[in-house]
């Protein structure tokens, strides 16, 4: 803290330091970084630098994956990694049209409304999703059996995340 007199400003006296001094004190104790004080002919602004503190989180490195040698003339067993399908490509790809929690029941406990392999019609609610306390239900967009469903009930979505398909 600093404090300078200006051309034309008074000198601060005993009464002044001690109000610098408070003014330190509830930047301390606030956590806020300025105070500016306006009394009669007297401005005061008392301010400090915040610390910035940078973490860095240390991810322990992944653990050595152990493979086992295959007899000689023998090829090693490794199954056959399954093709991983992208569903958002699929042209039944049911997409979340706003950022919300992703509900697969009309309320807790209640049976889900439509499962994996059920048939749909156009227009009937497939889930819900909640937005700023609002229930705003997706509808099928055309009719189909369900081939997959990409969300868990309960679960945050993104827009345009694609939350289930229909084929």
Do not use: C
């Amino acid at each position: 803290m600093a404090a300078g007199t200006k051309a034309g400003a008074r000198a601060l006296g005993k009464g002044d330091l001690a109000l610098i001094r408070e003014l330190a004190d509830i930047l301390r104790d606030t956590d806020l970084s300025e105070i500016e004080v306006e009394r009669g002919d007297l401005k005061l602004r008392v301010s400090r630098q915040m610390a910035t503190q940078m973490v860095q989180a240390a991810l322990p490195a992944p653990a050595p994956v152990e493979t086992k040698a295959a007899p000689s003339g023998m090829a090693p067993e490794t199954p056959a990694p399954e093709a991983a399908v992208d569903f958002s490509v699929h042209p039944g790809a049911v997409r979340a049209p706003m950022v919300g929690t992703a509900y697969l029941a009309p309320e807790p406990g209640a049976t889900p409304f439509f499962k994996v392999g059920d048939t749909v019609n156009e227009g009937d609610t497939l889930l819900l999703i909640e937005a700023m306390k609002t229930f705003n239900p997706i509808l099928a967009p055309q009719s189909g059996k369900i081939i997959e469903i990409l969300v868990d009930d309960g679960a945050p979505i993104e827009f345009d995340e694609t939350l289930l398909v229909i084929a």
